[in-house]
């Protein structure tokens, strides 16, 4: 079945270092990928999509590329911030077009200043 | 614009007490989603309506969990009864539509069973 595999946390990093976060997908069909961040205390928000292949998402810094050769949608970020600190979730849309996200497990990210 | 408003936050029962925990949806929103968060699990989906109609409920632990959408504007989860596992943090989120894959997250509730 369709799933989502994220690269295990805590990520641990200091202010200004350059941040990946590796996830690929199992699907069937074409699904649309997403990233959503989770703030201490708070519910999942969007961070950014990509629709199709080759489609990269971007906001707040943050970037992700739809490589479906490698099933891979990888989040990378230039110089983070403390206030990036956050549980960061890939997910995907199944094929059936039924509005369900298939989330993977979350990495968490601690910049440290 | 409000968000999705969930309540209450906080939640501490004993075991074998029921429990409702509550959502408004953004207005306009046709699509309904109920996730439980807990360290060992993750996130999972445990129900999700669309114009009202439960369309997929495979999620749902088991029989001690229900959920409802009266209205477009409302919809809770209830746990009867309770037991300490079902300890965790418990989100609505809604979306535009069913072929909207932007899901709005509540604030969640955060659920003890002791």
């Known amino acids: 079945g369709d799933s989502v595999t994220q690269m295990e946390g805590p990520v641990t990093l200091s202010e200004e270092a350059f941040l990946t976060i590796n996830c690929t997908y199992t699907?069937?069909?074409?699904?649309?990928l997403f990233w959503y961040v989770q703030y201490p205390g708070e519910g999942l928000q969007l961070l950014l999509k990509?629709?199709?292949?080759?489609d990269k998402g971007s906001n707040k810094g943050f970037e992700a590329t739809y490589r479906k050769e490698t099933t891979s949608f990888h989040l990378e970020k230039g110089s983070v911030q403390v206030s990036d600190s956050a549980v960061y979730f890939c997910a995907l849309s199944l094929s059936s077009n039924t509005g369900k996200l298939i989330f993977g497990q979350g990495t968490t990210l601690q910049v440290k200043p | 614009d409000a968000g999705v408003i969930q309540s209450p936050r906080h939640e501490v029962t004993e075991m074998g007490q029921e429990v409702t925990l509550r959502c408004k949806p953004i207005?306009?929103?046709?699509?309904l989603f109920w996730y439980r968060q807990t360290m060992m699990r993750g996130l999972e989906l445990l129900i999700y309506f669309n114009n009202n109609v439960p369309i997929d409920d495979s999620g749902m632990p088991e029989d001690r969990f229900s959920a409802k959408m009266p209205n477009a504007s409302f919809s809770t989860l209830k746990i009867q009864p309770s037991e300490p596992r079902d300890s965790a943090v418990y989100f609505c989120?809604?979306?535009?539509?069913?072929?909207?894959?932007?899901?709005?997250f509540g604030p969640g509730t955060r659920l003890t069973v002791t």
């Open positions: 699907a069937t069909g074409y699904p649309s």
């Open positions: 207005s306009g929103h046709n699509s």
């Open positions: 990509a629709t199709k292949a080759d």
């Open positions: 989120a809604s979306s535009l539509t069913s072929r909207s894959y932007e899901q709005y």
